[in-house]
Nanobody
């Protein structure tokens, strides 16, 4: 069965950086589109970034130029490097395996001084 485990969240000051990781198991990872979503308190879950099996990336306008999604198929892991973090980026971040509708448990990112 598919399992996605996120890590890397935490508390960071505005302007700081974090790198999230999502380790996948139970699948042939390299075949799948991987996405990061986030859900801020009181708001709907929103798509942040995605990466295709071929490495093509896409971003929401709110994070474009600040966040970078990447994948390491040898490690079955997708990453998201988050730079120049803002208070508005505070949310629980979820890894998603698009074709199978699988989700991780989420990792909390808090941007605050």
């Amino acid at each position: 069965q598919v399992q996605l485990v996120e890590s890397g969240g935490g508390l960071v000051q505005p302007g700081g950086s974090l790198r999230l990781s999502c380790a996948a198991s139970g699948i042939i990872f390299r075949l799948y589109v991987m996405r990061w979503y986030r859900q801020a308190p009181g708001k709907q879950r929103e798509l942040v970034a995605g990466i295709s099996s071929g490495g093509i990336t896409d971003y929401s306008d709110s994070v474009k130029g600040r966040f970078t999604i990447s994948r390491d198929n040898a490690k079955n892991t997708v990453y998201m490097q988050m730079n120049r973090l803002q208070a508005e980026d505070t949310a629980v971040y979820y890894c998603n395996l698009f074709q199978l509708g699988a989700w991780g448990q989420g990792t909390l990112v808090t941007v605050s001084s």
